[in-house]
T-cell receptor, first 117, second 110 residues
Framework: AAGVIQSPRHLIKEKRETATLKCYPI?????VYWYQQGPGQDPQFLIS???????DKGSIPDRFSAQQFSDYHSELNMSSLELGDSALYFC????????????????FGPGTRLLVL | QKEVEQNSGPLSVPEGAIASLNCTYS??????FFWYRQYSGKSPELIMF????GDKEDGRFTAQLNKASQYVSLLIRDSQPSDSATYLC??????????FGAGTRLFVKA
């Protein structure tokens, strides 16, 4: 079965540079979530999109922005990178179609490992 | 106080034993509860989800939810060395935001 695709899988940047992470959800999934997971930390919710509109916002820094496109893929843009941005960035997708909202489950992609030097 | 609390462990059990993982949450409006398994450097993998009080069983896994006590647990029967991983409890309210606990590291000794 098709899974969530994230690219790139690994990324090395220097401080103050910009990075763009991409997420391709499972086909027919309409919702995308972004999470940041630092070493030894739990995944922190950043932002989510449902049907190409931002649906919820978590602890996403102002230096970051994201959007979901007409084909449902999503991009996380990170500017003025800081050393503390080094982490695993996960995208997850889900489908609300024909489901009770309570039963919606998220499926995670393999993640993008970002290292800021 | 964190919104979702888990004992960080490590929890060590012998092969074949029952592993019991616990999670408490602070938001009484929480509606959906998830258990994910995460191997080091890998993405979280959904094990179970539950949204009604009581028990839900799937193979060797049983999730238990008690909304009055704001408590959710995961039991793993006949634990195997391949079950050794970090288990993340996740909680969602009425919106899209999902809060994860810090995870419990489980070691199953052969």
């Amino acid at each position: 079965a098709a899974g969530v695709i994230q690219s790139p899988r690994h990324l090395i940047k220097e401080k103050r540079e910009t990075a763009t992470l991409k997420c391709y959800p499972i086909p027919r999934h309409d919702t995308v979530y972004w999470y940041q997971q630092g070493p030894g930390q739990d995944p922190q919710f950043l932002i989510s999109f449902y049907e190409k509109m931002q649906s919820d916002k978590g602890s996403i820094p102002d230096r970051f922005s994201a959007q979901q496109f007409s084909d449902y893929h999503s991009e996380l843009n990170m500017s003025s990178l800081e050393l503390g941005d080094s982490a695993l960035y996960f995208c997850a997708s889900s489908s609300l179609a024909f489901k009770d909202r309570v039963q919606e489950t998220q499926y995670f992609g393999p993640g993008t490992r970002l290292l800021v030097l | 106080q964190k919104e979702v609390e888990q004992n960080s462990g490590p929890l060590s059990v012998p092969e074949g034993a029952i592993a019991s993982l616990n999670c408490t949450y602070s938001d009484r409006g929480s509606q959906s509860f998830f258990w994910y398994r995460q191997y080091s450097g890998k993405s979280p993998e959904l094990i179970m989800f539950i949204y009604s009080n009581g028990d839900k069983e799937d193979g060797r896994f049983t999730a238990q939810l008690n909304k009055a006590s704001q408590y959710v647990s995961l039991l793993i029967r006949d634990s195997q060395p391949s079950d050794s991983a970090t288990y993340l409890c996740a909680v969602r309210g009425g919106g899209f935001k999902t809060i994860f606990g810090a995870g419990t590291r489980l070691f199953v000794k052969a």
